[in-house]
C-alpha cells in the first residue's frame, strides 16, 4: 500500500524522466543514418577546409602582390626618376651626377613595409645607369656583377629582351638566384614599365626582387604531411615556386603537367593525393595544394571513433541525468503545487493527477488577474483625470508621465495644438427652489453624451473640475480643416444645449472658450484665458452666458495674477524649469504690461506680489536678497518695465541654480561611471551588463546613459579607449603587437588588428614604422 501510494503521488517524476529518456531514444534510433551522413559531411568539410586554407593563403599572397604593384607604381611617377629617364647619356663627371645622387639619396627603402621586397632596380633606355633603393650603378655590367657574380648561365641578351621587348603592365614573371648584400637569395622579378604613355617605347622600366623565401614560409603554413606538395604556377604552367615534404615523391612539374583536375589523384607509386586548386584574379596564378588522401581520410575516421565514443558515452551518462533532471523539474512544481493549494484552500491529499490540479490552479490565478486587470482599467480614468488636473493647473510634468499618459490613451499629443472649453451647469436666474445636486449630475451626464455624440470626429478629453463645471480640452490642428471648424462646430452644439436647457428644466449651461495653443504644457494658459471669459461671461446681465477670451475688454485698472498662475510659477522654479517660467513671465507681462492700463500703486502692488512669490518658492536667503534688489530698484525710480525684468531674470537665475546643482550630481555620477570603465577597459571580459550592475542601473538605461554622457556608445568608447591606449604603446617600438592586443583588452591580435585598421585607417604594423 506504501508503494503503491509512493508510486502515485511521483507519477509525474516518471512522466518527466521517461520524457527526457525519449528525447535520447530517439537519436538512436536515427543513429545509422546520422552516422553515415556525417562521415561524408566530415569528409566534405575536411576537402572543403584544406580548399580554404588555400584560398586563404592566396588572399594573403594576392594582398602583398597588390602592395607591391603599388610600389611599382610609385617609383614609376617619382619626378625626379621623370628627370633622368630623358637625360641622355650621363658621363663620368657630368653635373647630371647629381640627378642620380638626388634619385637614389631620396628613394624609399620598401622592404621595411613589405617585407616581400627585397630591393627594386631602375633601368633607363637613354643612358645605361641602373638605380636602387640605396646605390646607382654606372652601367647594367656593374648591376650584373653585382648581382650575379658567379652565375655564367644566364642569359644578358635574354635579360635585356625580358625588360625593353615589351610593356610591363605590373607583370610578375619567375626570377632566379641572385646576390643581395652578400646573400644568395631566390627571387621572383615585378617588372613596371614607365612612363604610362609610352606604351609602344617605354623609357624606363622598374624591377622589384620578390624574396622567394618568405613566399614559401607563407606556403608552410598549410599542413601538407609528409608526402604532400604546394606549389604555384604561372599561367603558362611554369612552377613558380614550391614546397614539398620530406617524402614527396612527385616533383611540381611532374603535377603541374600531368593533372588539371581538382580531387583524388593516384601517383605512378600507386600513392593517393587529394588535389585542391584556385586561381588568383590578380596575375592569373595558379595556386595547387596536393595533400595525401590518407591523410584526410585519417581526421575523418579520427572522428568517427571520436563520434561513436561520444554517442555511447551520452547514451550512458543520459539515462542518469533524465532521471536527475526529471527529479529536478519535479521537485519544485511539487513545492509550487504545495504552495498553490495553500494559497487556494486546496486539500493537501490531491495527488492523483498533479497535472489537472496545477492546470486548476493557474487557470484560478488567472482570474484572479484578469479581476485585477479589471480594476486596474476602472482607474485609468482616475489617473487620467489627475494627470489634466495638472496640466490645466500648470504644475511641473516631466516628459515621463506624459509619455505614460500617451501609452494609455494611445496618442501622440505632445506636439499638437489644443484649446480649453470651459462649462458650468447652474440654477436659472428667479428659480427659487434650492438647487438639486442629483439634477445637476444627471444633466452633466446628458450634456456630455450628446457633446460625445456631436463631437465624436474631434480628439478631445474631458475633466471635471466640481459638481457643475467641467472642462474639454479640444485639439485644433491648422492643416484639418475638420479641426478649424471645431470651435465653431463646438460654439454651435453648446449654444443648442443651452436652449434645449432653458426650456426642459430650471438650470442653465455657462461656457467660454480659451485660445488655441500648441504644446500640452501651454493647455493651462488656455484654462486660464478661459476661466476669465467665463467670469466675464458669468458678469453679463442680459444675453447668453457664454464668451471667448478675446471678447473680455482689454483695458483694465486691475492687476492680472491668479492664485493659480503663482502656484505654478512656483513649482516651475522649484523645478528649475526655465522655459515655463518664461511662459508665466510672457503671459504677465503681456496682460498687464502691454494689455492693461495699470496705475503705478497696482503696477507696484503687483511686483511686491512677485517678490513674495518667488520668496516663498527659496530659501530664506536668496529671498531676502531678491527682496532687497528688488525694493532698491524701486526707489530708485526704474520704469515698471525694467523691475519687471530685472524680477523676472532673479526667477531665471533660481532656476539656473537650481539646474546647477541637479547638473552637478549628474556630473559626478558621469566622472564615476567614465572612471570606472578607463580602470577596466583592457579586460577582454568587460561588458556593458558589468558596468550596469556596478551601478544599480538596468543595461538599457546604462546603454542610453553612456550615449547621452559620453558622447557614443558603450562598445564605441571602449573601442577608443583601447586604440588610443595602443597607438602609445606601439609608438614604443618595442611592444609586439600581439601582446599590444592583450594590453588593451583584445582577446586576438586578428580582432585588435581589424579594430585598429578600423579607427586609425592603417595596420598596426604601418603605423609602428611611421
Known amino acids: 500500500m506504501v508503494i503503491y501510494k509512493w508510486r502515485i503521488r511521483r507519477s509525474l517524476f516518471w512522466k518527466l524522466s521517461v520524457s527526457y529518456l525519449l528525447v535520447l531514444i530517439i537519436p538512436i534510433l536515427i543513429s545509422s543514418f546520422v552516422y553515415y551522413v556525417a562521415v561524408y559531411t566530415v569528409k566534405k568539410d575536411a576537402m572543403q577546409h584544406n580548399l580554404l586554407m588555400l584560398e586563404q593563403t592566396r588572399l594573403i599572397m594576392d594582398t602583398r602582390l597588390q602592395e607591391i604593384e603599388g610600389v611599382g607604381r610609385q617609383i614609376g611617377l617619382d619626378s625626379k626618376l621623370n628627370s633622368l629617364m630623358n637625360a641622355g647619356n650621363i658621363e663620368e663627371g657630368s653635373s647630371k651626377h647629381y640627378l642620380v645622387w638626388k634619385a637614389v639619396n631620396n628613394s624609399p627603402n620598401f622592404h621595411a613595409i613589405n617585407t616581400f621586397v627585397l630591393n627594386h632596380f631602375v633601368f633607363f633606355r637613354s643612358n645605361s645607369v641602373v638605380l636602387s633603393s640605396d646605390t646607382a650603378y654606372p652601367d647594367i655590367e656593374w648591376f650584373w656583377k653585382s648581382l650575379f657574380p658567379n652565375d655564367n648561365s644566364l642569359d644578358k641578351k635574354q635579360f635585356h629582351r625580358m625588360l625593353w621587348n615589351r610593356f610591363h603592365q605590373s607583370t610578375f614573371l619567375p626570377g632566379g638566384q641572385v646576390t643581395l648584400d652578400n646573400k644568395q637569395q631566390q627571387v621572383l622579378y615585378f617588372l613596371h614599365s614607365f612612363p604610362v604613355d609610352a606604351i609602344n617605347n617605354p623609357l624606363g622600366v622598374v624591377l622589384i626582387m620578390i624574396d622567394q623565401n618568405q613566399i614559401n614560409q607563407l606556403l608552410t603554413q598549410l599542413d601538407i604531411g609528409e608526402s604532400g606538395l604546394i606549389y604555384i604556377s604561372d599561367e603558362e604552367g611554369q612552377v613558380v615556386t614550391s614546397v614539398t615534404g620530406k617524402q614527396t615523391k612527385i616533383a611540381p612539374e611532374v603535377l603541374a603537367t600531368t593533372s588539371n583536375e581538382e580531387g583524388f589523384f593516384k601517383t605512378e607509386n600507386g600513392e593517393e593525393l587529394y588535389v585542391s586548386r584556385t586561381v588568383s584574379s590578380l596575375n592569373g596564378w595558379n595556386y595547387v595544394s596536393a595533400v595525401p588522401a590518407s591523410m584526410v581520410l585519417t581526421k575523418v575516421q579520427y572522428i568517427k571513433n571520436i563520434t561513436i565514443a561520444a554517442a555511447l558515452i551520452t547514451i550512458v551518462l543520459g539515462i542518469f541525468f533524465a532521471l536527475f533532471l526529471g527529479y529536478r523539474d519535479w521537485k519544485p512544481i511539487k513545492q509550487l503545487l504545495q504552495q498553490l493549494r495553500g494559497w487556494l484552500g486546496h486539500g493537501e491529499e490531491r495527488y492523483t493527477n498533479e497535472y489537472n490540479d496545477l492546470n486548476d490552479s493557474i487557470s484560478r490565478l488567472i482570474e484572479n488577474h484578469d479581476l485585477l486587470n479589471e480594476k486596474v482599467q476602472e482607474h485609468i480614468p482616475l489617473l487620467q483625470q489627475a494627470f489634466f488636473r495638472r496640466l490645466l493647473y500648470g504644475e511641473s510634468i516631466d516628459d515621463k508621465e506624459i509619455d505614460i499618459f500617451q501609452k494609455n490613451v494611445g496618442l501622440d499629443i505632445s506636439e499638437r495644438s489644443f484649446y480649453v472649453l470651459l462649462l458650468r451647469v447652474d440654477e436659472m436666474e428667479g428659480n427659487t427652489n434650492d438647487p438639486n445636486l442629483e439634477e445637476i449630475r444627471m444633466l452633466n451626464i446628458v450634456i456630455k453624451n450628446s457633446i460625445d455624440l456631436s463631437m465624436g470626429h474631434l480628439t478631445y478629453f474631458k475633466y471635471d473640475i466640481d459638481e457643475n463645471k467641467f472642462a474639454l480640452i479640444v485639439e485644433y490642428n491648422h492643416e484639418d480643416k475638420d479641426s478649424q471648424l471645431g470651435i465653431e462646430e463646438a460654439n454651435s452644439i453648446i449654444h ?275
Open 496 to 770: 443648442n444645449l443651452s436652449h434645449t436647457l432653458d426650456r426642459y428644466s430650471q438650470m442653465r449651461l455657462s461656457f467660454a472658450f480659451g485660445k488655441v495653443y500648441k504644446g500640452i504644457r501651454d493647455i493651462c494658459l488656455s484654462f486660464f484665458e478661459a476661466k476669465q471669459a467665463l467670469e466675464y461671461a458669468l458678469s453679463k446681465k442680459q444675453g447668453q452666458r457664454f464668451a471667448r477670451y478675446e471678447d473680455i475688454p482689454k483695458e483694465s485698472d486691475k492687476y492680472y495674477f491668479p492664485i493659480d498662475l503663482e502656484l505654478r510659477l512656483i513649482n516651475s522654479i522649484k523645478s528649475g524649469n526655465e522655459s515655463d517660467v518664461k511662459q508665466v513671465l510672457t503671459l504677465l507681462y503681456s496682460e498687464n504690461i502691454q494689455t492693461r492700463n495699470l496705475s503705478v500703486p497696482d503696477a507696484e502692488q503687483l511686483l511686491f506680489l512677485m517678490i513674495g512669490t518667488v520668496s516663498r518658492g527659496m530659501d530664506q536667503t536668496k529671498a531676502l536678497a531678491i527682496h532687497e534688489l528688488s525694493i532698491g530698484k524701486l526707489q530708485r525710480k526704474d520704469s515698471i518695465e525694467e523691475i519687471f525684468s530685472k524680477i523676472g531674470q532673479a526667477y531665471l537665475d533660481c532656476c539656473e541654480a537650481i539646474q546647477f546643482k541637479n547638473q552637478n550630481a549628474n556630473t559626478e555620477l558621469r566622472n564615476q561611471v567614465d572612471y570606472f570603465i578607463q580602470q577596466n577597459y583592457m579586460y577582454d571580459h568587460l561588458t556593458l551588463s558589468m558596468v550596469a550592475d556596478e551601478f544599480s542601473f538596468t543595461e538599457a538605461m546604462m546603454y542610453q546613459y553612456i550615449k547621452d554622457h559620453l558622447g557614443m556608445t558603450f562598445s564605441d568608447y571602449i573601442e577608443s579607449l583601447r586604440i588610443r591606449q595602443a597607438c602609445e604603446l606601439l609608438g614604443t617600438r618595442e611592444v609586439p603587437i600581439k601582446d599590444v592586443a592583450l594590453m588593451v583588452g583584445y582577446s586576438s591580435d586578428r580582432s585588435f588588428r581589424r579594430a585598429f585598421k578600423r579607427v586609425m585607417g592603417v595596420s598596426p604594423m604601418a603605423y609602428s614604422v611611421n
